[in-house]
Structures are given as C-alpha cells and as structure tokens.
C-alpha cells in the first residue's frame, strides 16, 4: 500500500541552525501539506501546497518556513533559524484530491 | 473561527466494553469531516471520511456517524489493540485554494484486556 514517507525521523539541532525535513508524498498526489504537533497539543495546519506553489498557509507559516518540491517525488519543509518552540512533531500529507489526506509517520525537530 | 472539540479527553475500556466517542464541530460549511486514529510518536492514520449528515462508514469494530453539529465514532466491542488517540478533523468550507484541515485535541483510548 502506498504511503508517505519522511525523513529523518528525529532533528536535533542548536538555536538559529537551519534545518530541511523531507518528505516524499504518495506519488499519484497533486497535493501537499506540512503539519506539526507539538508534545501534548493539537494538530496544527503550516501550509499547503498545489501546481507548484503554496495554495494557503497559516500563520504560524512566518518568514522563517519556506517549502520546495525539488523534483517529481520530493517535498521538503526548511526552518530557516530554528528557535526553541519550533521544538515539535512535523508531519507531511499528501492527497489527491483537496481532501483526505494521508499522513506520515512524521519528523520529531528538537531544538537546543 | 472553526472549532472542534472532542470529548471525553481520555476513556478507558475493558475489553469488549462497547462505547462511543463525540466530535462536535462548528465552522461555517462542513465539506467534510475526518477521523484518524494516531499511535504514540506516529502519524495520524486514515479511518473515514464523512460529507454529509446521515453518512455512516464502518470498518470493523469502528462505525462514524455524522449529524448537522457533531460527529460519533462507535467502538464496538474492542480489543486491546484499539488502544491509541482518536482524532476528529473538519474540512471547512474556507474559500477557493484553501485545503487545511482542523483537529481536535483527540480522545485517548486505553483498552484493558
């Protein structure tokens, strides 16, 4: 069965470092998401994607996200200066069409 | 602002104990509602999708309902490895290119053979 993969599956990193997590969707997909949980709360929506280009993003999205579809397969999420409470789970999601969406088993992002 | 509230927080069963967990959700058009069932450290995974009041899917000892303002995830008789965090997700009607999904905080179940 087909499914959404991630990597690497746990980021550690200094204050201020960048850091890239990559994904690589479901790949008959069209369309792209990041999300992250952090320990104890809620889901949370960053930012879709579709057509080559960031369809909505959340404010949590700030100037410090950005994301990029490389090539045909992957999808990646890159921290430009990592702060302390980006410390969170990250998920990447991929559907085909605008809905149900298929998770992967997600990037734990520790930030010291 | 959409809103999703799942209830209890956390619910523990014996085994074969049958129960249900509730999603109420208000958001200004429902295109659709999702439920995900996420182990500890992993990604949520997909169960059902719901479009419109009345919409009943089952699989296995799982059954969703849905109504105008909440939905219901039925467990009937469950084993042990039912135990995990339910998760309720809506599909608002947001505008044109707008695609996120919003989450509940989950219903932790715990299972006791």
């Known amino acids: 069965e087909p499914e959404v993969t991630q990597t690497p599956s746990h980021q550690v990193t200094q204050m201020g470092q960048e850091v890239i997590l990559r994904c690589v969707p479901i790949?008959?997909?069209?369309?792209f998401y990041w999300y992250r949980q952090i320990l104890g709360q809620k889901v949370e929506f960053l930012v879709s994607f579709y057509n080559n280009e960031i369809s909505e993003k959340s404010e949590i999205f700030d100037d410090q996200f950005s994301v990029e579809r490389p090539d045909g397969s992957n999808f990646t999420l890159k921290i430009r200066s990592t702060k302390l409470e980006d410390s969170a789970m990250y998920f990447c999601a991929s559907s085909e069409a605008p809905h149900e969406q298929f998770f992967g088993p997600g990037t734990r992002l520790t930030v010291l | 602002e959409d809103q999703v509230t799942q209830s209890p927080e956390a619910l523990r069963l014996q085994e074969g104990e049958s129960s249900s967990l509730n999603c109420s959700y208000t958001v200004s058009g429902l295109r659709g509602l999702f439920w995900y069932r996420q182990d500890p450290g992993k990604g949520p995974e997909f169960l059902f999708t719901l479009y419109s009041a009345g919409e009943e899917k089952e699989k296995e000892r799982l059954k969703a309902t849905l109504t105008k303002k909440e939905s219901f995830l039925h467990i009937t008789a469950p084993k042990p490895e039912d135990s995990a965090t339910y998760l309720c997700a809506v599909y608002p009607y947001s505008g044109a290119g707008s695609y996120q999904l919003t989450f509940g905080k989950g219903t932790k179940l715990s299972v006791i053979p």
């Open positions: 790949s008959n997909h069209l369309y």
